[in-house]
Protein backbone atom coordinates (compact mmCIF):
# COMPACT_ATOMS: atom_id res chain seq x y z
CA UNK A 1 0.00 0.00 0.00
CA UNK A 2 1.15 3.55 -0.92
CA UNK A 3 -0.19 7.00 0.35
CA UNK A 4 0.09 9.76 -2.27
CA UNK A 5 0.23 13.02 -0.56
CA UNK A 6 -1.14 16.07 -2.64
CA UNK A 7 1.06 18.35 -4.41
CA UNK A 8 2.78 20.37 -1.82
CA UNK A 9 1.42 18.98 1.33
CA UNK A 10 3.41 20.16 4.19
CA UNK A 11 5.63 17.88 6.11
CA UNK A 12 2.99 18.12 8.99
CA UNK A 13 0.59 16.40 7.20
CA UNK A 14 3.41 13.84 5.92
CA UNK A 15 5.20 13.35 9.40
CA UNK A 16 1.09 12.56 10.74
CA UNK A 17 0.94 9.99 8.10
CA UNK A 18 3.74 8.07 9.68
CA UNK A 19 2.91 8.28 13.25
CA UNK A 20 -0.59 6.79 12.08
CA UNK A 21 1.92 4.20 10.12
CA UNK A 22 4.00 3.89 12.76
CA UNK A 23 2.02 3.22 15.54
CA UNK A 24 0.28 0.58 14.12
CA UNK A 25 3.31 -1.64 13.98
CA UNK A 26 4.66 -0.86 10.15
CA UNK A 27 7.07 0.31 8.56
CA UNK A 28 6.88 3.81 6.55
CA UNK A 29 9.06 4.60 3.41
CA UNK A 30 9.14 7.97 2.61
CA UNK A 31 10.16 9.19 -1.24
CA UNK A 32 9.92 12.87 -1.82
CA UNK A 33 9.95 13.60 -4.94
CA UNK A 34 9.67 16.36 -6.73
CA UNK A 35 6.22 17.36 -7.14
CA UNK A 36 4.43 15.06 -4.33
CA UNK A 37 5.91 12.77 -1.54
CA UNK A 38 4.78 9.28 -1.47
CA UNK A 39 4.50 7.09 1.88
CA UNK A 40 5.38 3.48 1.45
CA UNK A 41 3.68 0.95 3.84
CA UNK A 42 5.43 -2.17 4.75
CA UNK A 43 4.57 -4.74 7.10
CA UNK A 44 1.16 -6.23 8.12
CA UNK A 45 -1.52 -3.93 6.98
CA UNK A 46 -4.68 -6.33 8.70
CA UNK A 47 -4.86 -3.98 12.11
CA UNK A 48 -4.84 -0.40 9.88
CA UNK A 49 -7.79 1.22 9.08
CA UNK A 50 -7.08 3.26 6.27
CA UNK A 51 -10.10 5.82 6.58
CA UNK A 52 -7.73 7.21 9.76
CA UNK A 53 -5.13 7.89 6.74
CA UNK A 54 -7.46 9.00 4.35
CA UNK A 55 -8.67 11.36 6.80
CA UNK A 56 -5.57 13.09 7.16
CA UNK A 57 -5.26 16.58 5.34
CA UNK A 58 -3.08 16.61 2.28
CA UNK A 59 -3.16 12.85 1.47
CA UNK A 60 -4.50 12.60 -1.78
CA UNK A 61 -5.11 8.80 -2.31
CA UNK A 62 -4.26 5.16 -0.74
CA UNK A 63 -3.23 3.07 -3.13
CA UNK A 64 -2.91 -1.01 -3.00
CA UNK A 65 0.25 -2.60 -4.15
CA UNK A 66 -0.60 -6.03 -5.50
CA UNK A 67 3.15 -6.99 -6.28
CA UNK A 68 4.66 -8.85 -3.30
CA UNK A 69 7.99 -6.59 -3.76
CA UNK A 70 7.49 -2.93 -2.10
CA UNK A 71 10.79 -1.24 -1.71
CA UNK A 72 12.07 -2.02 -5.29
CA UNK A 73 8.40 -1.01 -7.04
CA UNK A 74 8.09 2.03 -8.82
CA UNK A 75 4.95 2.76 -7.18
CA UNK A 76 6.61 3.29 -3.84
CA UNK A 77 9.75 5.40 -5.25
CA UNK A 78 8.39 6.54 -9.21
CA UNK A 79 12.29 8.31 -9.52
CA UNK A 80 14.49 6.19 -10.92
CA UNK A 81 17.59 5.06 -8.30
CA UNK A 82 20.85 6.54 -8.70
CA UNK A 83 23.84 4.71 -7.15
CA UNK A 84 26.71 6.68 -5.86
CA UNK A 85 30.33 5.63 -6.23
CA UNK A 86 33.09 7.78 -5.32
CA UNK A 87 34.47 8.46 -9.14
CA UNK A 88 30.68 7.47 -10.66
CA UNK A 89 27.26 6.85 -10.82
CA UNK A 90 24.94 4.56 -11.80
CA UNK A 91 21.29 5.86 -13.35
CA UNK A 92 19.87 7.65 -14.23
CA UNK A 93 21.68 9.61 -16.54
CA UNK A 94 24.57 8.32 -18.01
CA UNK A 95 25.48 4.50 -19.07
CA UNK A 96 27.62 2.74 -17.12
CA UNK A 97 29.90 0.55 -18.88
CA UNK A 98 31.46 -2.23 -16.56
CA UNK A 99 34.50 -3.72 -18.00
CA UNK A 100 37.30 -6.19 -16.93
CA UNK A 101 38.27 -9.17 -17.39
CA UNK A 102 36.26 -12.58 -16.26
CA UNK A 103 38.52 -13.21 -13.41
CA UNK A 104 41.57 -11.47 -11.99
CA UNK A 105 44.65 -13.89 -13.27
CA UNK A 106 47.71 -11.73 -12.18
CA UNK A 107 48.65 -8.61 -11.22
CA UNK A 108 50.23 -7.92 -14.67
CA UNK A 109 46.99 -8.86 -16.38
CA UNK A 110 44.62 -6.69 -13.79
CA UNK A 111 46.84 -3.65 -14.37
CA UNK A 112 46.89 -4.40 -18.44
CA UNK A 113 43.21 -4.95 -18.10
CA UNK A 114 42.48 -1.78 -15.86
CA UNK A 115 44.67 0.66 -17.67
CA UNK A 116 43.14 -0.51 -21.33
CA UNK A 117 39.69 -0.35 -20.35
CA UNK A 118 39.93 3.29 -18.66
CA UNK A 119 41.80 4.67 -22.04
CA UNK A 120 38.88 3.42 -23.45
CA UNK A 121 36.24 5.07 -21.41
CA UNK A 122 35.04 2.28 -19.30
CA UNK A 123 33.28 3.93 -15.95
CA UNK A 124 34.19 0.66 -14.01
CA UNK A 125 36.05 -2.31 -13.51
CA UNK A 126 34.94 -5.56 -13.18
CA UNK A 127 37.31 -8.70 -12.20
CA UNK A 128 36.08 -11.95 -10.20
CA UNK A 129 38.01 -13.20 -6.95
CA UNK A 130 35.72 -15.93 -6.70
CA UNK A 131 34.82 -17.91 -9.61
CA UNK A 132 31.29 -19.57 -9.61
CA UNK A 133 32.66 -22.14 -12.53
CA UNK A 134 30.74 -25.42 -13.41
CA UNK A 135 33.35 -27.90 -12.57
CA UNK A 136 35.27 -28.39 -9.82
CA UNK A 137 38.14 -28.84 -11.44
CA UNK A 138 38.63 -24.90 -13.66
CA UNK A 139 39.64 -22.02 -12.12
CA UNK A 140 38.49 -20.77 -8.79
CA UNK A 141 39.60 -17.47 -8.55
CA UNK A 142 42.71 -15.74 -6.47
CA UNK A 143 40.08 -14.75 -3.15
CA UNK A 144 41.68 -12.11 -1.30
CA UNK A 145 44.56 -11.72 -3.26
CA UNK A 146 42.03 -11.03 -6.34
CA UNK A 147 40.76 -8.93 -4.51
CA UNK A 148 43.93 -6.97 -3.64
CA UNK A 149 44.92 -6.91 -6.89
CA UNK A 150 41.23 -5.32 -7.65
CA UNK A 151 41.83 -2.13 -5.08
CA UNK A 152 45.30 -1.57 -6.63
CA UNK A 153 43.69 -1.38 -10.14
CA UNK A 154 41.22 0.90 -9.14
CA UNK A 155 43.06 2.74 -6.88
CA UNK A 156 46.16 3.79 -10.23
CA UNK A 157 43.06 4.08 -12.72
CA UNK A 158 40.54 5.94 -10.47
CA UNK A 159 37.88 3.28 -11.47
CA UNK A 160 35.48 2.07 -9.09
CA UNK A 161 35.63 -2.04 -8.94
CA UNK A 162 33.06 -4.57 -8.98
CA UNK A 163 33.81 -8.04 -7.39
CA UNK A 164 31.28 -10.98 -7.12
CA UNK A 165 30.81 -12.70 -3.96
CA UNK A 166 29.69 -16.59 -3.20
CA UNK A 167 29.38 -16.41 0.19
CA UNK A 168 28.88 -15.07 3.56
CA UNK A 169 33.00 -15.56 4.22
CA UNK A 170 33.67 -14.18 0.68
CA UNK A 171 31.36 -11.11 1.29
CA UNK A 172 33.02 -10.43 4.86
CA UNK A 173 36.41 -10.36 2.86
CA UNK A 174 35.27 -8.04 -0.43
CA UNK A 175 33.30 -5.03 1.51
CA UNK A 176 37.32 -4.18 2.54
CA UNK A 177 38.33 -3.94 -0.73
CA UNK A 178 35.85 -3.35 -3.70
CA UNK A 179 32.97 -0.31 -4.29
CA UNK A 180 30.35 -2.84 -5.44
CA UNK A 181 29.40 -6.10 -4.96
CA UNK A 182 28.07 -8.38 -7.36
CA UNK A 183 25.79 -11.28 -6.50
CA UNK A 184 25.87 -13.36 -9.77
CA UNK A 185 22.86 -16.17 -11.37
CA UNK A 186 24.00 -18.99 -9.46
CA UNK A 187 23.25 -16.89 -6.06
CA UNK A 188 20.68 -15.00 -6.98
CA UNK A 189 18.04 -16.79 -4.44
CA UNK A 190 20.61 -17.89 -1.99
CA UNK A 191 18.51 -15.51 0.96
CA UNK A 192 21.03 -15.92 3.66
CA UNK A 193 23.54 -14.19 1.28
CA UNK A 194 21.18 -11.59 0.68
CA UNK A 195 20.21 -11.08 3.91
CA UNK A 196 23.68 -10.07 4.58
CA UNK A 197 24.49 -8.03 1.85
CA UNK A 198 21.35 -5.90 2.55
CA UNK A 199 23.40 -5.60 6.09
CA UNK A 200 26.44 -5.07 4.11
CA UNK A 201 26.11 -1.19 3.60
CA UNK A 202 27.80 -1.02 0.10
CA UNK A 203 26.42 -1.13 -3.41
CA UNK A 204 25.13 -4.37 -4.85
CA UNK A 205 24.22 -5.67 -8.24
CA UNK A 206 22.06 -8.34 -8.67
CA UNK A 207 22.12 -11.18 -11.53
CA UNK A 208 19.08 -12.74 -12.84
CA UNK A 209 18.67 -16.17 -11.88
CA UNK A 210 19.49 -18.59 -14.84
CA UNK A 211 15.90 -19.76 -15.13
CA UNK A 212 14.24 -16.49 -12.51
CA UNK A 213 11.24 -14.74 -13.74
CA UNK A 214 11.25 -11.31 -13.62
CA UNK A 215 9.10 -11.47 -10.58
CA UNK A 216 11.42 -13.76 -8.61
CA UNK A 217 14.57 -11.37 -9.72
CA UNK A 218 12.42 -8.45 -7.89
CA UNK A 219 11.73 -10.30 -4.80
CA UNK A 220 15.59 -11.37 -4.65
CA UNK A 221 16.17 -7.32 -5.24
CA UNK A 222 13.77 -6.76 -2.20
CA UNK A 223 15.46 -9.28 0.08
CA UNK A 224 18.66 -6.45 0.22
CA UNK A 225 16.71 -3.59 0.18
CA UNK A 226 14.45 -5.28 3.09
CA UNK A 227 17.65 -5.88 4.95
CA UNK A 228 18.60 -1.98 5.20
CA UNK A 229 20.39 -1.58 1.36
CA UNK A 230 18.62 0.34 -1.09
CA UNK A 231 21.89 0.87 -3.14
CA UNK A 232 20.66 -2.18 -5.49
CA UNK A 233 21.04 -2.63 -9.49
CA UNK A 234 20.01 -4.98 -11.66
CA UNK A 235 22.01 -7.37 -14.21
CA UNK A 236 20.09 -9.00 -17.38
CA UNK A 237 22.61 -11.62 -18.18
CA UNK A 238 20.50 -14.18 -20.49
CA UNK A 239 18.15 -17.07 -19.17
CA UNK A 240 18.22 -20.84 -20.09
CA UNK A 241 15.93 -21.62 -23.17
CA UNK A 242 16.54 -24.05 -25.57
CA UNK A 243 18.04 -22.28 -27.79
CA UNK A 244 21.70 -23.35 -27.71
CA UNK A 245 23.50 -21.58 -30.81
CA UNK A 246 24.17 -18.63 -27.70
CA UNK A 247 25.52 -19.46 -24.23
CA UNK A 248 22.17 -18.20 -22.98
CA UNK A 249 19.16 -16.27 -24.37
CA UNK A 250 19.73 -12.71 -23.62
CA UNK A 251 16.15 -11.18 -22.67
CA UNK A 252 16.33 -7.77 -23.38
CA UNK A 253 12.32 -7.48 -23.35
CA UNK A 254 13.28 -8.19 -19.47
CA UNK A 255 14.72 -4.51 -19.48
CA UNK A 256 11.38 -2.80 -20.81
CA UNK A 257 9.77 -4.54 -18.17
CA UNK A 258 11.75 -3.52 -15.18
CA UNK A 259 11.68 -0.26 -16.74
CA UNK A 260 7.63 -0.48 -15.53
CA UNK A 261 7.96 -2.27 -12.78
CA UNK A 262 11.09 -0.99 -10.45
CA UNK A 263 13.15 2.14 -10.14
CA UNK A 264 16.52 0.73 -10.00
CA UNK A 265 18.88 0.76 -12.50
CA UNK A 266 19.52 -1.90 -15.14
CA UNK A 267 22.45 -3.21 -16.24
CA UNK A 268 22.84 -5.57 -19.16
CA UNK A 269 25.57 -7.83 -19.69
CA UNK A 270 25.85 -9.36 -23.24
CA UNK A 271 28.85 -11.63 -22.83
CA UNK A 272 27.66 -14.16 -20.54
CA UNK A 273 24.39 -14.22 -22.02
CA UNK A 274 25.91 -14.62 -25.62
CA UNK A 275 29.17 -16.73 -24.83
CA UNK A 276 30.40 -15.27 -28.31
CA UNK A 277 32.82 -12.43 -28.45
CA UNK A 278 31.67 -10.82 -31.82
CA UNK A 279 27.57 -10.93 -30.42
CA UNK A 280 28.57 -8.48 -27.68
CA UNK A 281 28.50 -5.12 -29.69
CA UNK A 282 25.40 -6.06 -31.19
CA UNK A 283 23.28 -6.92 -28.51
CA UNK A 284 24.60 -3.70 -26.28
CA UNK A 285 23.72 -1.40 -28.98
CA UNK A 286 20.21 -3.27 -28.65
CA UNK A 287 20.40 -3.03 -24.95
CA UNK A 288 20.84 0.91 -24.91
CA UNK A 289 18.24 1.50 -27.23
CA UNK A 290 15.74 -0.89 -24.33
CA UNK A 291 16.55 1.62 -22.11
CA UNK A 292 19.64 -0.42 -20.07
CA UNK A 293 21.49 2.17 -17.92
CA UNK A 294 24.41 0.32 -18.40
CA UNK A 295 26.74 -2.62 -19.84
CA UNK A 296 29.07 -5.50 -18.24
CA UNK A 297 31.33 -6.40 -20.58
CA UNK A 298 34.36 -8.73 -20.37
CA UNK A 299 37.60 -7.71 -22.16
CA UNK A 300 41.23 -9.43 -21.18
CA UNK A 301 44.08 -8.45 -22.46
CA UNK A 302 44.93 -11.63 -24.27
CA UNK A 303 41.52 -13.80 -24.69
CA UNK A 304 43.18 -17.18 -25.77
CA UNK A 305 45.03 -17.08 -23.15
CA UNK A 306 42.17 -16.34 -20.49
CA UNK A 307 41.90 -18.83 -17.69
CA UNK A 308 38.00 -18.30 -18.16
CA UNK A 309 35.74 -17.05 -20.72
CA UNK A 310 38.33 -16.35 -23.15
CA UNK A 311 35.99 -17.02 -26.04
CA UNK A 312 33.23 -14.37 -25.20
CA UNK A 313 36.07 -11.88 -23.99
CA UNK A 314 36.63 -9.00 -26.10
CA UNK A 315 40.64 -7.92 -26.21
CA UNK A 316 41.75 -4.30 -26.14
CA UNK A 317 41.76 -3.37 -29.86
CA UNK A 318 38.26 -4.20 -29.74
CA UNK A 319 37.09 -2.97 -26.84
CA UNK A 320 38.33 0.05 -28.21
CA UNK A 321 36.34 -0.35 -31.08
CA UNK A 322 33.08 -1.54 -28.80
CA UNK A 323 33.46 2.09 -27.27
CA UNK A 324 33.13 3.75 -30.29
CA UNK A 325 30.74 2.34 -31.81
CA UNK A 326 28.60 2.62 -28.62
CA UNK A 327 28.73 6.19 -27.65
CA UNK A 328 27.10 6.62 -30.96
CA UNK A 329 24.04 4.60 -29.33
CA UNK A 330 24.02 6.16 -26.27
CA UNK A 331 23.33 9.57 -27.44
CA UNK A 332 20.60 8.51 -29.41
CA UNK A 333 19.78 7.26 -26.38
CA UNK A 334 19.58 10.44 -24.94
CA UNK A 335 22.09 9.45 -22.25
CA UNK A 336 25.53 10.91 -21.51
CA UNK A 337 28.43 8.94 -22.72
C1 LIG B 1 30.42 -13.12 -13.91
O1 LIG B 1 29.94 -12.00 -14.14
O2 LIG B 1 31.62 -13.32 -13.77
C2 LIG B 1 29.51 -14.30 -13.83
C3 LIG B 1 29.93 -15.45 -13.35
O3 LIG B 1 28.30 -14.04 -14.31
P1 LIG B 1 26.91 -14.84 -14.08
O4 LIG B 1 26.67 -14.90 -12.61
O5 LIG B 1 25.94 -13.95 -14.81
O6 LIG B 1 27.05 -16.18 -14.73
MN1 LIG C 1 32.74 -14.74 -17.00
Redesign the pocket.
Known amino acids: MIVVMKPRADEAAVNQVVSVIEANGMYAHLSAGKEVTIIGVVGDKTKLDKRFLQAIPGVEKIVNITESYKLANISFHPEPTKIALANTSIGPENLTIMAGP??VESEEQIMEAARGVKAAGATML?G?AF??RTSPYSFQGLEEEGLKLMQMAGKETGLNTIC?VTSLKALEIAVNYVDMI?I???NMQNFELLKEVGHAGIPVML?RGLAATIDEWLNAAEYIMANGNEQVCL?E?GIRTFETATRNTLDLAAVCVLKEKTHLPVIV?PS?ASGVRRYVAPLSKAAVACGADGL?VEVHPNPPCALS?GQQSLDLPEFEQFMKEIKTFTILAGRVF
Open positions: CARGKPEQGARKCRDHMD
